[in-house]
């Protein structure tokens, strides 16, 4: 694919570009669990000023750890049909453009959660992007077919932001909505890998689908979802919820393991049902909202 010069772009093109650079669709399912978790933590809506300043600080935080991570992924990114539209591999701008931009939405993000929320927070923020970026894309992603498992911890962070903004503490509610979170995404990102198993071998990165029979995987995202389904079931009576939760986390969990079975019953050694790994892969992204959304009505309707 040719590389433009990021004078080829016009304004419009270059902020959209960096906007890209945060990979706005990830940070809106951070968000989806953040804003849920605030309410459980307060046991009501918090105040609306906590609320808009946590999420403008987690999404800047996450964006500059994405935006990052845009900037390491380059090489691959160039190379995998999926991400060959990115703003790096087009040149909207240049990797040491997009790297102060990075940097410097970390800071900012620093700065609204430690003035604005708390320190907790703000820590909490900047040890998810460490992590994120160096255990995660500079020393996992190329090396072990491991690297979203252990990955998935960055991204199950934002819950801890979520409560410890309203607590300012961290307590076994937010260890095991951070455990659903860790353990929903190799599941969830598998799936999406079998899909495109072809580009992620192209591009030499050992994710499960390609160091793995197609077998062995789908049986590792049947397993991962059943311990993330009983884990769900687990929060209930930790968190004091009611049965407006567990209903939902019970069909909702169950309907996730049915497609991960079925995902499982049809893949052989070399070859999965791609209809089905992508209907799992779509059905997580509703299933992690649904989840988080109906902890959030539960709280409301019991306590208000």
Sequence with gaps: MATLSPTSFTTAEKVKGYIALTKPRIIELLLVT???????ADKGIPGVMLIVMTLIGGTL???GANAINMVVDRDI???MKRTQGRPLVRGVMTPRAALIFALAIELLAFAVLAIFVNQLSAWLAMAATAFYVFVYTLWLKRRSKQNIVIGGAAGAVPVLIG?????NNVTWTPVLLFAVIFIWTP???WALAVRYRDDYEAAN????????SLRRTTLEILVYSVIMWGTTILIGPVAHLGWIYAVSATVLGGLFTLMAFRLFQHAREDKADVA???KLFHYSISYLTLLFVMMAVDVLVRFH
């Design 34 to 40: 953040t804003l849920p978790t605030m309410v459980v």
């Design 61 to 63: 935080a996450a964006g």
């Design 77 to 79: 990114d160039a190379i």
């Design 163 to 167: 409560w410890s903004a309203v607590q």
């Design 187 to 189: 599941p969830h990102f």
């Design 205 to 212: 990165v050992p994710m499960m689908p390609v160091v793995a």
């Design 276 to 278: 089905e790994a992508m």
